[in-house]
C-alpha cells in the first residue's frame, strides 16, 4: 500500500500536503478553519493509505465551490438534540467540517449518556469515514460512523445503479494491540479506487462493475464515463447472487436508511440526482461510552486477547501473518509519517495546474 504507482510517484511530506490543501481552499473562499479541517481529513486518508479518499479528491471539491454547488461562508448548524441523540443541518457545506460537528457532539452526549446517535441532513462528501470513526478512541469509546453518496451500486438481481457505495466505519480501542478500525464501502470497491485504478492504468477485475446487460466491464475509463450517465454499475459486496451479493446489498440499503431516510435527507437515486443542484448527503454518527457497560481497561484487555488470539490462529499456507481490520492502514500511517506520502506524479501535476489555475502561488513540495 506503501506506493500507489511504482516508478511514477514522488513523496510529498504531510505537513506541506496539508498546507497546500489549506492554501488551495482559503484561495476559494473557504475559512481558514474549515480550510484546515478538510486538509486534515483528505491527509489522514493518505496517511492511512486510502489514497482514494485522500488528496485526489481535491480537484473534485475546488470544482463544486467554483460552481456553487458547495457553501464557502456557511456553518453547519445543531437543529435539535436531546438525552443521546442531536438532528445536524449541514447547510450544504463541505463534508468534513459539518461531519466534524455531529461526532463531537455525539461524544460529548455519550460521554452523559452511556451511548448516542447523531444524524446529518444536507451534507456533502466527508472523505474517509473512519477519520470519525476514529475519534472516539482517545477518549475511550466506540465510534460508528456512515454515509450514504450519489448513485453507482446495482441492487442484487438489477443492473441500473441505485445505492451509493455507502461506507461503515467502526473503531473500537484495544490496549497494548491496534485498536479495531474497521472502514470498508457496501459495494466490492468504492468508486475512487476505481479512478485510482484508471490513473495507474490497470483493468479492474471481475466482480467490481457491469454494463447495462449485466455483463463485466474490465476498462475503468469506459466505467467512469458511463456512471455519468447511470448505465453501468458497481456491484454490493459479494459481486454476484450466488456469492451472497444481498449481503453487501442489505448492508448499503441500511445505511441509506439510517443516512438519508432518518436523517430527513437525499436517499438512493436522489442524492446528487441533478448535478447542478446540492447533493443533499445524509450522515449518521454512533458513540458508545465504553465505561457505561464496563471498565474501559477491563475492555481494553478483553481486546487484546481476542486480538491476539485472531492473530496467533493458524495461517493460510504460504501466510505469514493474519491482520486485524485497521492494522494494515496503522503500519502504513507509521510509515508515511515518517518517510514522506507517495502521490502519483499525474496527480501531483494536476493539482499543480489546480494551484495554477485559481491564482496560488503555492507548490507541492517534493521530498524525492
Known amino acids: 500500500m506503501d ?16 498546507e497546500f490543501i489549506t492554501s488551495i481552499l482559503t484561495t476559494l473562499e473557504v475559512s481558514p ?8 481529513v483528505l491527509v489522514a486518508a493518505n496517511l492511512r493509505g486510502v489514497d482514494s479518499h485522500g488528496v485526489a479528491l481535491l480537484n473534485w471539491y475546488a470544482n463544486s465551490l467554483s460552481r456553487g454547488l458547495i457553501v464557502k461562508n456557511e456553518s453547519a448548524v445543531i437543529e435539535t438534540e436531546g ?26 452526549l455519550a460521554r452523559t449518556n452511556g451511548l448516542a446517535c447523531v444524524t446529518v441532513r444536507n451534507g456533502n462528501h466527508f472523505g474517509m469515514a473512519g477519520y470519525y ?10 465510534g460508528m460512523a456512515m454515509t450514504n453518496a450519489s448513485r453507482l451500486v446495482a441492487p442484487t438481481f438489477g443492473v441500473e445503479p441505485m445505492l451509493g457505495t455507502n461506507p461503515i466505519a467502526v473503531a473500537v480501542p484495544a490496549g497494548s494491540e491496534y485498536p479495531f478500525v474497521l472502514d470498508m464501502a457496501t459495494s466490492t470497491r468504492p468508486f475512487g479506487k476505481t479512478v485510482v485504478a484508471k490513473d495507474r492504468g ?16 474490465h476498462d475503468p475509463g469506459v466505467f467512469i464515463e458511463a456512471v455519468r450517465k447511470h448505465t453501468m454499475a458497481l456491484l454490493p459486496l459479494g459481486s454476484f447472487a450466488e456469492l451472497a451479493s444481498y449481503k453487501g446489498y442489505g448492508l448499503a440499503m441500511l445505511v441509506d436508511i439510517l443516512s438519508g431516510v432518518l436523517s430527513g435527507a437525499n436517499f438512493g437515486k436522489h ?19 465504553v465505561a457505561s457497560f464496563l471498565p474501559v481497561n477491563e475492555l481494553k484487555t478483553r481486546m487484546d486477547t481476542l486480538i491476539k488470539e485472531l492473530k496467533e490462529s493458524r ?9 486485524i481490520p485497521g492494522e494494515i492502514e496503522f503500519e502504513t500511517e507509521i510509515k508515511r509519517t515518517k518517510n514522506g506520502i507517495p502521490l502519483d506524479l499525474n496527480l501531483v501535476n494536476l493539482l499543480q495546474s489546480l494551484a495554477d489555475d485559481i491564482g496560488t502561488p503555492v507548490k507541492i513540495e517534493v521530498i524525492e
Open 83 to 108: 438525552p443521546g441523540f442531536a438532528i445536524v443541518d449541514a447547510r450544504n457545506t463541505l463534508g468534513a467540517p459539518a461531519a466534524i460537528m455531529a461526532m463531537d457532539k455525539c461524544l460529548e
Open 33 to 40: 478553519s474549515q480550510a484546515a479541517i478538510v486538509a486534515d
Open 3 to 18: 506506493k500507489p504507482n511504482g516508478n511514477h510517484t514522488v513523496r510529498v511530506s504531510p505537513t506541506a500536503l496539508r
Open 133 to 142: 470513526a476514529m475519534k472516539a478512541l482517545p477518549q475511550d469509546m466506540v
Open 202 to 217: 490497470e483493468l479492474l477485475p471481475e466482480g467490481v462493475a457491469i454494463d447495462a446487460e449485466g455483463q463485466p466491464v
Open 315 to 323: 495461517k493460510a499456507p504460504g501466510q505469514q501473518r493474519i491482520y
Open 271 to 289: 442524492v446528487n440526482e441533478h448535478p447542478e443542484e446540492p447533493a443533499n448527503v445524509g450522515h449518521w454518527f454512533m458513540a458508545i461510552n
